[in-house]
């Protein structure tokens, strides 16, 4: 069973009954939910499918199969032979094999080989299913001066059993490949193998060049020839995101640019046969790898690029400077026991800001000390993904320790510190989504701060002064943050309503809730600047009134909202729902009152996808509307202006629909949503018809 059409209820005539669920890497669905049935029903997790004992006693050693038929408990049905396929092996008593291959140009998915197994005392069953022949859908012949290869499927796993070949030429018959796997994604110990070959040009013998497998493989690496094949070969066991390959032509005789480390710099820049390039890192920097490498004679570089990465152990005594884990952002290792001194100029005093964290929370931690005394008490422990707030120190010296276990690790931290003096507070930055006004930060001067349009104050103060506390200079509060609100009553005149987590992606589970209210006499419009939900699962509600009871102006969902809209009365109600799947950017709405002319309605705009026949808005003006090839109008009745100053309906939309009939000379089909996503569990069909005789 596979799909989406419910199947027929299976019985069976025995008191059990046998179900595998199998799934591949690529794609989630909803899933299944069925009941069975035997003196009462259980639910189990799948969907409308009720399983009942059969009252049917002359099968006795037997289970019905769907279609009715009787198996015999000392054998397995007939597995059959996968399409485009071959079976070996006839033989379907309990412990037999068969064994599955595929035909030229197609790739064996599944088991190559099943056994016939008994189950209980009165049923055998195959292993595992059989196997299916799919179409072999990589390698390729490419040419020209660049391009980008990928595996299967890439970034999603790619497909067990995968034999491509890549054939790539140069433009230029004098000119080599210059090929990076810049992004290899094998885990180390897949059987997983790329062999890259040149050709000669005169006799066209190959030989491999590289036979790569797991992560560790090099930078770059150079054709011989202006000719370069590639192949992947996998296995059936578990399969790994892949690679992306970059490829380039260069000249003849040398060995390409192997790049800058970050953090580090390099001495020689040309990459001709016998040159030699040095890297060096930053302060606070170790070098990982080879400080020197050469351009060999077979076109590669004697070794990779080296690495730089950060010091477990190092004083910091420049003013400004930051602190990363090391290895970061990859994961940091095991067993690190680091520590870190920045030391500033006597009578300073020392900012730290936390720009990231991640670290195994409870074992593994980061403690930050005052003066740099290992025996002061703290001035904060920090473990887990939350980034912590800002710190100051009280003296000019700050010890920071980092300590981790011998398991689970990882991104780790960006620390960016700064100094400043002793009767001065530190620098007290500017809120994300909102503004700062002031810049002194001696004792004593105040500074403020403003949330953007459509953000609110959630914690923190609009206003903070350097005091002397405690017999140290720190502000009297925290930094405001600044957060998209999820509702609230708005009675500005104009303003801008955003969902929580804006310019981000929204949040999961919302129920949120705005009223506009406007002065009496006075109408609301709202304008969408941007909108982009989920299909059919976040939706925005948008009423004539003040609750969830008043008219509906209209409900809209994916990428398909009006330019704008307009309330009959001196309120607008709107509420924003999700579900706790995918979520999107959002949208950007503004608000604003106004007044009505007496004689017209405002421009309705323009469906997107879509165009718009009449600029008359008078009353008892009509306009109407059409849409771009492969859409679909929502509402073919014109638009008239009535008396009350409102259009008779809302401005419809130009929608990608699930499937239809098209008929004519040409035309276009689109997937529901686009260009957006299309939604899940759809089955459209579409009927072109053409003159009689035409294909």
């Not at 497998?213 to 992947?232: A, E």
């Not at 955003?498 to 929204?506: C, D, E, I, R």
């Not at 609301?524 to 925005?540: A, G, M, P, S, W």
Request: glycine content about 10%.
């Amino acid at each position: 069973l596979t799909g989406m059409n419910l199947p027929s209820p299976v019985i069976s005539s025995k008191n059990w009954l046998r179900l595998h669920f199998t799934s591949d890497s690529n794609h989630r669905r909803k899933g299944f939910n069925a009941q069975f049935q035997v003196k009462k029903a259980i639910e189990l997790k799948s969907r409308g499918v009720k399983m009942l004992p059969s009252k049917d006693s002359n099968h006795k050693n037997s289970v019905l199969t769907q279609g009715g038929d009787a198996i015999a408990s000392d054998t397995c049905p007939d597995p059959g032979i996968p399409e485009n396929g071959r079976r070996v092996g006839s033989d379907f008593r309990v412990g037999a094999s068969v064994q599955f291959s595929c035909e030229d140009n197609y790739v064996l998915q599944g088991s190559k080989s099943i056994t016939c197994q008994r189950v209980t005392d009165t049923l055998a069953a195959w292993s595992d299913h059989r196997p299916i022949c799919r179409a072999r859908t990589c390698g390729s012949n490419l040419r020209g001066p660049s391009g980008v290869i990928t595996s299967p499927n890439y970034p999603v796993q790619y497909e067990d059993n995968a034999h491509c070949v890549w054939v790539i030429t140069t433009t230029d018959p004098e000119k080599v490949y210059f090929f990076s796997l810049s992004q290899l994604k094998w885990l180390w110990f897949l059987l997983v193998a790329i062999v890259v070959i040149y050709a000669s040009a005169n006799d066209f013998t190959i030989s491999p060049t590289y036979r790569l497998t797991g992560s560790s493989v090099p930078d770059l690496i150079v054709s011989m020839s202006n000719q370069m094949w590639l192949h992947l070969q996998s296995d059936d066991s578990i399969g790994s995101p892949g690679f992306k390959a970059v490829y380039q032509e260069i000249e003849k005789g040398g060995c390409g640019d192997p790049g800058i480390p970050s953090y580090g710099k390099r001495t020689g820049s040309s990459f001709l046969h016998g040159d030699t390039l040095t890297f060096e890192c930053q302060a606070a920097f170790e070098l990982v790898g080879e400080r020197t490498i050469t351009c060999q004679q077979n076109n590669q570089w004697s070794g990779n690029k080296p690495s730089c990465v950060f010091s477990c152990f190092f004083n910091f005594t420049t003013p400004s400077g930051i602190i990363l884990s090391p290895n970061y952002p990859e994961e940091y290792g095991n067993n690190m026991n680091c520590v870190w001194l920045i030391i500033s100029e006597p009578g300073s005093r020392i900012h730290l800001i936390f720009n990231d964290f991640d670290v195994e929370p409870q074992f593994d931690y980061l403690t930050v000390k005052d003066d740099g005394i290992s025996d002061l008490p703290p001035l904060g422990t920090f473990s887990g993904n939350e980034v912590p707030s800002q710190l100051a120190s009280s003296g000019h010296i700050v010890r920071l320790e980092f300590q981790s276990d011998h398991s689970t690790t990882g991104r780790g931290f960006n620390i960016t510190y700064t100094t400043f003096g002793q009767n001065e507070c530190h620098d007290p930055g500017i809120p994300i989504n909102g503004r700062r006004f002031g810049d002194r930060f001696l004792l004593g001067s105040s500074v403020s701060f403003h949330c953007d349009d459509g953000f609110v104050k959630t914690q923190g103060s609009e206003s903070i002064t350097c005091i002397m506390q405690d017999g140290n200079v720190v502000w009297s509060s925290t930094v405001p943050r600044c957060e998209a609100p999820c509702g609230g009553h708005l009675t500005a005149s104009s303003g801008v309503i955003l969902p929580p987590g804006w310019p981000g992606y929204y949040k999961d589970s919302l129920n949120c809730e705005w009223v506009i209210e406007a002065r009496p006499g006075h109408s609301i419009k709202i304008t969408f600047d941007r909108f982009q939900t989920e299909v059919n699962y976040d939706t925005l509600e948008v009423r004539d009134g003040p609750a969830n009871s008043s008219p509906l102006i209209g409900e809209y969902h994916g990428t398909q909202a009006p330019q704008f809209l307009i309330s009959t009365g001196n309120y607008m109600y709107l509420l924003f729902t999700t579900d706790n799947s995918r979520s999107s950017i959002g949208f950007l709405i503004h608000y604003e009152s106004l007044t009505l002319e007496s004689d017209s309605c405002l421009d309705p705009g323009i469906p997107v996808n879509g165009h718009r026949h009449g600029n008359n808005f008078n009353i008892r003006s009509t306009v109407t509307f059409s849409c771009d090839p492969g859409y679909t109008l929502s509402d073919e009745e014109p638009l008239i202006c009535e008396r009350n100053h409102q259009w008779n309906h809302a401005l419809p939309s130009c929608d990608a629909l699930c499937g239809g009939y098209i008929q004519g000379k040409s035309g276009t089909v689109l997937s529901p949503g686009f260009p957006d996503f299309y939604p899940n569990s759809l089955n459209c069909t579409w009927t072109i018809e053409v003159s009689h005789g035409k294909g």
